[in-house]
């Protein structure tokens, strides 16, 4: 008869999770020991960077990716990574080990105290199975909770002294078991909201994170172009699941109510799909909808539908929805829109990089489907601004807008990528909180190219600032920070910057590289 442990190596096999991200500590252990050979665990040293490192490789790879913490103590470093996957909706299956399960009670040194409420609410699920013979079931039961519409984060304490206790002869059913959605609109709601959007006199259409994950991008284009409808993204979203270029793309609705209603003021009927209604940051407010508007939610999350303030939620397979509601309006209702203009042109700093040229610069010389990690939110409008993005899954974003996501995403997409560049665009506010996601880059020999973007300031706050009228605040500035020496230091080649003719050249050399590499670019102060 098997071992719990031996079973759940079987289980994770079953599943493709093969791929293990950690930091281990001595609970650990027993499951560690003697790692089947078609695993493959990848080692970080913060388990902050570890988690989102796992969270950029499941969304690049489009899959469940598996996260192995240290007790209470890794859990708790991994929670500010944590609260990107919630909004990003990343499928990450989180282990814990937990001390021997007789001595739990006792607080002993390295016991989860409540280890299944330490989590919460980040998590979409989280146990401790109540014996050893029922981790193989708990394993398999967050698998798919994991991975079931809406994707999310799941958690399970292992007490260490159950991997080798004997498992229950049942556990094999859970080898073969699958699940998987069905739900899709009815052919009434179905023909009710295309009978809509066909007597609309202006309908625009926003778009989010949930297209580009299921790879519904397509139906979004088709639909976009038998309607003649605008097309925004939604506020704060993880992704870009719609082209760049395409004649119907308006970019990203500010993060505000005032915000959304006037860029939507003039349609009457908006539909939102694959997003929540909506994901607002700084507090401007004003009237939900423009007068006379009607909103109708697509989603596959039941919490996003009924938590929107605003409008009627229909709750289903997005990707179902988008394909079938392309195929049932009617097209050519009204004109054609105009084609975009060309890329603003972009100006020099003189003595810096201006953002808006490393990325006129990005977008000519890197690889048409490139992968974009970015989180330098001083240069949001910037990067919009020079953006031409049409594969999907060309660009991932921190969720929740907690910082230490972006360097370690970027490992870990590249890490999931093996035809696709992906190119990390980091501030360097942003950077040190997973900054040691470098030296497991350098490890492995994951191939990724990370943009420093340094203008020794937390330029997104300074901002903000001014917004709240909070005049002058403590804490804005970063400066003394030589990246390229960290980088080194951490077994990175790095090379520093300050023209775009220095940036074109390193970014070809970098290109050509067959390991990773840093490029810290003296930028201008901008704002998002």
Known sequence: MADVRDVTYELLRAHDLTTIFGNPGSNELPFLAGMPE???????????????????YALARGGPALVNLHAAAGTGNALGALTNSVHSHSPLVITAGQQVRSTIGQEVMLANVDAAALPKPLVKWSCEPACAQDVPRSISNAIHIATLPAKGPVYVSVPYDDWAQEA?????????????????????QLAELAEALDGAERPVLVLGPEIDAERANGDAVRLADRLGAPVWIAPSASRCPFPTRHRSFRGVLPAAVQGVTDALREHDLIVVVGAPVFRYHQFVPGEYLPAGARLVHLTSDPGEAARAPVGEALVGD????????????????????????QHPAAGSAGDRLHPEELFALLREHAPKDAVYVKESTATTGAFWAQADLSEPGSYFFPASGGLGFGLPAAVGAQLAHARRQVIGLIGDGSANYGITALWTAARYRIPVIVVILKNGSYGALRWFSKVLDAGEVPGMDVPGIDFTQIARGYGVEATAVRTGAEFTAALTEALDADGPVLIEAETELTEP
């Open 38 to 56: 078609d695993f493959r665990y990848v080692l970080g040293l913060h388990e902050g960077a570890v988690l989102a490192m796992a969270d950029g």
């Open 168 to 188: 229950p002869a049942e556990a094999r059913h859970l080898l073969a078991r699958r699940t998987g959605t069905a739900g899709s609109l009815s052919e009434a």
């Open 318 to 341: 997005v990707k179902d929805a988008l394909s079938r509601l392309a195929d049932a309006v009617t097209p050519g209702l009204r004109p054609q829109l105009p084609p975009l203009p």
